[in-house]
């Protein structure tokens, strides 16, 4: 899937991705190919992303996500650290 990851500032991240973790503001969770259509809020935390090859993380402070065809973008309030 692809997933996008933008800031008020910049693109963060641009790239396909096998499962992609966030931090809902009911709990954390995975989104992986083909999911489900979806929009969430997003609390402060972790996002977790996997290619084939690397396993990346990043600190939001916040933000929301949307699922649809297989595409993901995250708008993330800020990036801490």
């Known amino acids: 899937m692809h997933l996008e ?24 969770f995975q989104v992986m190919d083909h999911h489900a259509p979806l929009i969430s809020l997003l ?17 939001i402070t916040g933000g929301v996500v949307e699922v649809l065809k297989n595409k993901v973008i995250l708008l993330a309030d800020g990036i801490v650290g």
């Open 43 to 59: 609390k402060e935390g972790v996002v977790e992303y996997k290619s084939k090859d690397t396993k990346e993380s990043l600190n």
């Open 5 to 28: 990851i933008l800031t008020p500032e910049k693109k963060v991240f641009e790239g396909n991705v096998s499962i992609a973790t966030f931090p809902g503001t009911d709990g954390s």
